[in-house]
Each structure stands twice: as structure tokens, then as C-alpha cells.
Nanobody, 120 residues
Framework: VQLQASGGGLVQPGGSLRLSCAAS????????MGWYRQAPGKQRELVAA???????NYADAVKGRFTISRDNAKNTVYLQMNSLKPEDTAVYYC???????????????WGQGTQVTVSS
């Protein structure tokens, strides 16, 4: 299973970006999908997560500005980021909890990371 993240870039404060992360390979089912971020000199932190039932959880710093969604048929997770701030600058990583067969245990799969820079 491989994850391909895209959508990062340079944006001015107040702008928007939409990140996408698509899983390819043999995936039988998935559970939680999420986005993490890591700024220079800081630990990786959870940004948002979504269950296969659609329940969501957000970090306090992004509540009301970011929206996570998923397309189960495409094994893809999205992160719509609005009203971006300089402190949102980080490398964003996607995570998908999935398994390749019905009898396999669930594993965490990570994307390669996509840079988001918020600056004027």
C-alpha cells in the first residue's frame, strides 16, 4: 500500500489550500484516516482525523478553519484548509489505517508529506 499526498504549496495568510491523499495497492478496508503536521523544531501533531463512519476530530488550532473528508470508494482523504495562518506552515502527512485482506491486521500507512507554507 502506498499513499500519495498532493496539494501543498505557498499561500498568503488568509488563503486556502486543499490537500489530497490517495492510497494505492491492495486495500481491503480502512478505518481511520487523518492528517498530521510537523513544523521545524516541533513534534508531529494531529491536525484532523475521520472515521469510516464520518466522525471527525480536529486540533483546537484548526477548528472552524479546516475540514477533513474522505471518499471510501477511492481510498482518499482530503483536507480543506481555509483562513490559513503563518503558524500553519509545516509538512503535512496523511495517515490511513487499513488492511490488505479481510484476515490481515490493520496497519498504519503514511504518506510522504507535502509542504504547506503560509507567508506574505
Amino acid at each position: 500500500v502506498q499513499l500519495q499526498a498532493s496539494g501543498g504549496g505557498l499561500v498568503q495568510p488568509g488563503g486556502s489550500l486543499r490537500l489530497s491523499c490517495a492510497a494505492s495497492g491492495s486495500i481491503f478496508s480502512t478505518k481511520i484516516m487523518g492528517w498530521y503536521r510537523q513544523a521545524p523544531g516541533k513534534q508531529r501533531e494531529l491536525v484532523a482525523a475521520i472515521t469510516n463512519g464520518g466522525s471527525t476530530n480536529y486540533a483546537d488550532a484548526v477548528k472552524g478553519r479546516f475540514t477533513i473528508s474522505r471518499d471510501n470508494a477511492k481510498n482518499t482523504v482530503y483536507l480543506q484548509m481555509n483562513s490559513l495562518k503563518p503558524e500553519d506552515t509545516a509538512v503535512y502527512y496523511c495517515l490511513i489505517e487499513g488492511r490488505s485482506t479481510w484476515y490481515s491486521p490493520f496497519s498504519d500507512y503514511w504518506g510522504q508529506g507535502t509542504q504547506v507554507t503560509v507567508s506574505s
